[in-house]
């Protein structure tokens, strides 16, 4: 009866927010083939954390809005016509998302995620910043408008604490999980077209009650939205993210139907999968290094330039002591020269004198 309520309400004052565009429609073009996770995506935002990979998310908007601190990635908007969204550069067809965050709190403010594709399919999340007890599910099919899927889900503080929000979607059945609850299952057979072609997952935070949004929208975000009160945090502690297959490189659609049976999964590592098995030990050194203290990271710097010191040093000692070795192998030499010489000249004496022309001959004989 409840959601025959929230049905009807949703249908009074609800605007929608399917999708509405694609970069190539497969459902009347021929579009290139979408490249697919094929694997599992698991990571946990720290201080440590750099950046979103830029091979694995493209950051359409609010770049500079994301920081990363030790509850995770932080999503802030403090004005007027800021949001972030990030999206996946990989598809999943079928899987598993889990997001562990805190939503962002402040009227008409949505913290939200999704899975989206190419023919406008798309199962959503959207946490109101301004309803402390219930968070929005919602899916599409095809971007048809005129569905009304959205449900409230029980939600206990979504912006006071992290949750554990979770959509698993297969080719029976999509189920929303909060916090380990299933929440809400829609069936394949539910009316209106079931979604099932190659998704991306998008997440950000926007202002739905920005007073340059349109009535609807403001109402549905849960009111106008008092920018004084920012800046409003989305806190995204980690992502999980499982393909319906492995090894498969890319999803391509096989006809213009839409149907999960149209689709084709081209088998092989893919590009994601090859990134995520190579960047574990740059990100991982990389990780270390940011995660260092400020004492650590100089005594390393110092550590490097002392090995250069130290090099240094050594060569220059080492010249030294082949200097002072060459002085000294020198003086040797001088000196035995000098013997040498003052002998030659003591024989030369001697024998100018006759001294030894007897004894040089006495001595030849008996040799
Ligand atoms: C393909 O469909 C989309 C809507 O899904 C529409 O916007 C676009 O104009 C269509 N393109 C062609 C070539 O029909
Ligand atoms: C990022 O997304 C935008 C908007 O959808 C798109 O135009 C651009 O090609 C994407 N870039 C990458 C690297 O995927
Ligand atoms: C939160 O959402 C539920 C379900 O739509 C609604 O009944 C309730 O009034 C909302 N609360 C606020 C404060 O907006
Ligand atoms: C999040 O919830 C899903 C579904 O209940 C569960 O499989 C997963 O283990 C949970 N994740 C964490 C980190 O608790
Ligand atoms: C758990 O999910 C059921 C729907 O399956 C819902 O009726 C109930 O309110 C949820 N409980 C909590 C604590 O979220
Ligand atoms: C992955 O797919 C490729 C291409 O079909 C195949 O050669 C390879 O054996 C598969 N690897 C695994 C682990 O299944």
Redesign the pocket.
């Known amino acids: 009866m409840f959601h025959t309520t929230l049905a009807i309400s949703a249908l009074l004052s609800i605007t929608t927010y399917a999708q509405t565009s694609t970069?190539c429609d497969p459902l009347n073009s021929t579009c290139p083939p979408d490249s697919a996770l094929g694997t599992t995506y698991d990571e946990t935002f720290t201080a440590q954390t750099v950046e979103l990979n830029p091979n694995l998310w493209?950051v359409?908007a609010g770049s500079d809005l994301i920081h990363f601190t030790n509850n995770g990635a932080e999503l802030a908007i403090s004005q007027s016509g800021q949001s972030v969204t990030a999206?996946s550069?990989f598809y999943i067809f079928w899987g598993q998302v889990e997001i562990i965050m805190q939503a962002a709190s402040g009227t008409g403010i949505i913290s939200t995620f999704d899975l989206l594709s190419d023919d406008l399919d798309e199962i959503d999340m959207e946490i109101m910043g301004g309803n402390t007890s219930w968070v929005e599910s919602n899916w599409y099919g095809w971007g048809d408008q005129t569905q009304y899927n959205s449900e409230y889900l029980e939600c206990d503080g979504p912006q006071q604490k992290m949750h554990n929000y979770t959509i698993v979607w297969s080719q029976e059945q999509i189920q929303w999980i909060v916090d380990g609850n299933v929440s809400r299952i829609v069936p394949y057979a539910a009316p209106h077209q079931y979604p099932q072609t190659p998704s991306i997952l998008k997440f950000g935070i926007w202002a739905g009650g920005d007073a340059t949004e349109p009535e609807g929208t403001i109402q549905w975000a849960g009111g106008k939205t008092d920018w004084s009160k920012g800046p409003f945090t989305m806190t995204v502690q980690s992502i999980k993210i499982t393909d319906g297959s492995t090894n498969t490189s890319s999803y391509a659609y096989g006809d213009r139907s839409g149907s999960y049976n149209s689709i084709q999964a081209v088998a092989g590592e893919s590009t994601a999968y090859k990134i995520l098995n190579k960047q574990s030990t740059l990100q991982s050194v990389l990780q270390i290094w940011k995660g260092l203290s400020e004492g650590a990271k100089i005594g390393i710097v110092c550590g490097v330039s002392g090995f250069f010191a130290c090099v240094i040093v050594a060569c220059t000692v080492c010249c030294i002591i082949q200097r002072k070795k060459g002085r000294a192998e020198k003086a040797i030499a001088d000196k035995e020269w000098d013997a040498h010489t003052n002998e030659l000249m003591e024989y030369r004496v001697r024998m100018a004198k006759g001294e030894f022309a007897v004894a040089h001959l006495t001595h030849g004989e008996k040799s």
Request: glycine share 0%; charged share 0%.
């Open positions: 970069l493209n359409t999206q550069t």
